[in-house]
């Protein structure tokens, strides 16, 4: 009798186990939340799959094969095991391992993933880092309900970034820039008052800037006035690729202009977790003066005419007041896509021109499967009427446009510049220390002029990415120009 209860006793507790690990067999979506997010997690939850738990952690063991989807809720997950399905991870992170074998989708909510080499996933991978549920009890047992990115900051004042300093540039016309900002943050952030100031090591100048925004639901407002070193070129490369090659090679990618610049906005933004759109109309005042380049230091190109002494080209002083309109759009799906257009319509410019400029900007990246893609960039200036003046021009050439051109070598009001490529992941090698590399075929045109486009340069090539490198070659079809060049991953 004794042997019996305890057998009984033993298999009740392996029973309490396996539920516990489990979790509630009864956990349903109650409110999936808007957008891709939700739909992915509704059809997770519509194939056959199990709930697991395990406080802090949930391993899916090595040597272990799951026959159905798994989806883990308030834990994060180790994947190290194989899976038959998707793997969920419901307000955690997922991590994989080299022995995961996923034969699924990885889906993280209110976390993210975190790749590891050796490991095989067939689906596709994505996270929602602000995506996040709460838990309900109802009749149909335990529903998730979205409750979505984390609330803002009740403090008044905040210091954003590293204790209010921004990340420090490096240009060949300001040298090293430094500056400090708090925010005044009011009404539960509703309305947001950000000082700040910046010195520009090369010009001696303390410039100084306000800001202040303000949002209702999707409503906003913004009006900014600032002394500034402007440029019409970022779109090139990112700021810390700019400043990296700046230092390193004497490589600006940008030409510069002062100006006094006060700007207002006022829009509606729509955003869910996959999908951000804003329209938005304002006004701006620009009063622009050139301004020379050379004099910071920099590894090598520190006194050449080529590098720190390129000259900016002169811009026509004086005053433009203008209208502006403009629309910035987000998707984050398979496909992923970053658009900005603004229209500029000036109502006050030097020497009382009449012109419209137009300026679009699209960035997409398509996944054809985890290991290969598709990547697109578009940028155009388009200006009608008169001729725009100077300080409206946009250039290209070199590295992150069209690498055969020389660095900025054409410009104008009527700028155009596509590339794609076609990239391709070696997952089956693998590195130490780094990621697997990748190899892409590519294409690239562009063309500036003042009035008009001129015949535009054309590019193809290939590029062969081992991070923290990246070898580019690309020939110019019509002449047989040729370019080779060694970089940083980062640097376009």
Known sequence: ???????????????????????????????????????????????PHAVLYERWNTPLLAGREYPTSVIVLNSDVTVEGTVHGNVVVINGSLHLTASARVDGDLLAYGGNIYDAPGAVIAGHRDAFPAARFDTVRTTRGLGLVYHGPPGVSKDIFVLPGFYGFPIPLYDRVDG?????????????????????????????????AITVSGQLAGAFVKLTWERTTSSNDRWIQRDFANSFMVLCCGKDFRNYWRSDLAEGRVGYAWSDTAHFISLWSGARSDDASSVAAGGPWGITGTSSVNSMYRPNPAVTPGRIESWLAGMQ??????????????????????????????????????????????????????????????????????AGSVLTLPLLGQGGD??????????????????????????????AAGGAGVGKLPRLTQNIGARLEVKPFRLDFFVDPSTGETRTLLLLWFVR
């Open 1 to 47: 009798m004794l042997r019996h209860g305890a057998i009984a006793a033993l298999l009740l507790l392996v029973a309490l186990r396996a539920s516990a690990q489990q979790g509630d067999s009864s956990l349903y979506v109650e409110d999936a939340g808007p957008g891709a997010a939700g739909r992915d997690l509704e059809a997770a939850f519509s194939r």
């Open 176 to 208: 090293l820039s430094v500056g400090w900002g708090p925010e005044l943050q009011l009404g539960d952030s509703a309305l947001i008052v950000a000082p700040s100031f910046l010195y520009r090591s090369n010009l001696g100048a303390w410039d100084g």
């Open 414 to 443: 009527q700028l155009l510049f596509v590339e794609g490529d076609y990239r391709y992941t070696l997952d089956g090698i693998h590195i130490p220390y780094t990621t697997p590399p990748s190899i892409a075929v590519a294409y």
């Open 329 to 398: 759009g987000k998707l984050d799906e398979r496909l992923k896509l970053d658009v900005s257009l603004q229209v500029e319509v000036p109502f006050t410019t030097p020497g009382d021109l009449k012109f419209t400029q137009i300026v679009a900007d699209i960035g997409a990246t398509f996944e054809i499967t985890p290991v290969q893609h598709l990547i697109a960039r578009f940028h155009s200036i388009t200006t009608s009427g008169d001729t725009a003046p100077a300080q409206r021009y946009g250039y290209l050439g070199g």
